[in-house]
């Protein structure tokens, strides 16, 4: 039976929330941020101020409209601690997953942080945040209080979060960027050069923890969530905001929970799978920050990705409605055979990830098995689970390390 691994996500941040922290209030001694994001905390200065400057980096804040009106906040990191000059530096964004922020990117010592990292090496560092996350809640027309504010799947952020971002990095620096994806960040990235689309800004692509095909996961939590999603969370939460930290949300998962055979003790083992190499020193500043909001309807969609096997575009889960968007009964795919070839990829995918299981990345890489052989550079960890890649201990020293190698064997 096909399991919502990616509902299942969102349920890992949220109740691992739930059972550390229950009565406690995410941030409450900072500000509101933004003028509208009025329900969200976050430190008054953006993540800069959080989490960069304080290990000693310069960092710069920036807002990056998308065509569909969200306000996306962005940060560059333009050189190392040692300093030096920012210029004729290659630019490398990281895209972060779903129900989290580009905080996931600098939870580690500035040795251990791939982004840091990235910039004590020579490369100027950019992070995004997606929409709906704390640092990105603004929108030309439309509140988090509106219906109308999560009208959308990752089928958007592929359409607009995505070219809005590269767009505006390789503006502003006048180059093509490297891309870092984390789970969603990777499915987005895929899915957009599918269709050939970003590739002419994208200098390379790094996929940690790959997620596109999602229909193996077997945890007992999963099988609870993959009964719910794609049925009653819509009709529960409607085109909503899914906050994890707020009631409506929390009741549900807190039910979940309930059920027979589900056991939310080791949360962050059942759903991501068991992680070699966290420290308490990382999954504490993690649950701080984390969970950010989701759109329901993403969360829908990722559902409809476990359940049907394929990837498609979003289902309307009616041939009416999918006629009037799609002049189709049924949405369209994406095929991911039609990634350029030559688009230089890196993917690193673990041996324990429960998200992305070693068998849906084997479908992934059945689809790009006609790229240029030496264009595609597959790792393998066998020790590694989904938290693995963006916290763990020794990411550093077999991941990143090799990350940073693939980029300057890119220079040329
Ligand atoms: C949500 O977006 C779709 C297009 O993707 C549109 O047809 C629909 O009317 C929108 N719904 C609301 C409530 O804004
Ligand atoms: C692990 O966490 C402890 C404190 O919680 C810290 O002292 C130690 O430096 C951390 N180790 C690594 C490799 O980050
Ligand atoms: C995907 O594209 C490849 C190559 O472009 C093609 O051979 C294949 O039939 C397509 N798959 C589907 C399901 O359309």
């Known amino acids: 039976m096909a399991v919502h691994s990616l509902a299942v996500l969102s349920l890992l941040c949220a109740l691992t929330f739930l059972v550390v922290e229950p009565h406690q209030a995410f941030g409450s001694s900072h500000g509101s941020f933004g003028p509208i994001g009025n329900t969200v905390i976050a430190p008054p200065a953006g993540l800069c101020a959080a989490a960069v400057v304080v290990h000693g980096y310069k960092c710069q804040e920036f807002e990056v409209r998308t065509d569909d009106g969200y306000i996306l906040s962005m940060q560059r990191i333009p050189q190392g601690r040692a300093g030096g000059s920012a210029k004729n530096k290659q630019p490398v964004l990281l895209q ?28 100027d560092v950019w992070i995004a945040n997606t929409r709906g996350t704390r640092f990105s809640r603004q929108h030309v027309t439309y509140a988090p209080t509106n219906p109308e504010y999560w009208n959308w799947t990752w089928d958007e952020l592929v359409t607009n979060d995505l070219p809005a971002v590269i767009g505006f990095v ?11 994806g984390h789970s ?12 050939g689309k970003q590739v002419e800004n994208v200098k390379s692509a790094v996929l940690l923890s790959p997620i596109a095909y999602l229909s193996h996961m077997t945890t007992a ?26 009631k409506p949300v929390a009741d549900f998962l ?36 984390e969970p950010q909001s989701t759109a329901t309807k993403n969360l829908v ?112």
């Open 96 to 123: 972060h997953g779903v129900l989290v922020d580009g905080m996931t990117w600098l939870l580690t010592s500035p040795d251990e942080s791939l982004a840091l990292m990235l910039a004590d090496s020579g490369f």
């Open 301 to 412: 969609h990722l559902a409809q990705t476990v359940r049907d096997g394929i990837l498609t575009k979003y289902d309307y889960g009616n041939v009416n409605y999918n006629e009037e968007h799609y002049g189709k009964s049924k949405p369209p795919a994406y095929n991911l055979s039609n990634i350029p070839h030559n688009l230089p990829l890196f993917l690193s995918y673990g041996g324990q990830d429960a998200l992305s299981d070693v068998r849906d990345v084997q479908t992934l890489l059945d689809s790009l098995k006609f790229h240029d052989l030496d264009k595609l550079n597959v790792q393998y960890i066998k020790d590694y689970a989904h938290a693995d890649f963006i916290m763990g201990v020794t990411a550093k020293d077999v991941v990143y390390n090799q990350v940073i190698e693939f980029f300057r064997r890119q220079y040329h």
């Open 221 to 246: 939590l999963g099988v609870a969530a993959s009964k719910a999603f794609v049925g009653e969370i819509t009709t529960m939460f409607g085109l909503a905001e899914f906050n994890p930290k707020e």
């Open 254 to 289: 807190k039910a979940l929970c309930a059920e027979p055979g589900v056991d939310c003790y080791d949360l962050l083992t059942a759903i991501t799978g068991k992680n070699c190499c966290l420290n308490a020193s990382t999954v504490e500043p993690f649950l701080k920050n």
């Open 184 to 195: 969603l960040g990777t499915l987005t990235a895929l899915a957009s050069f599918s269709e």
């Open 170 to 180: 390789s503006s502003q620096t006048g180059q093509k960027i490297h891309y870092v």
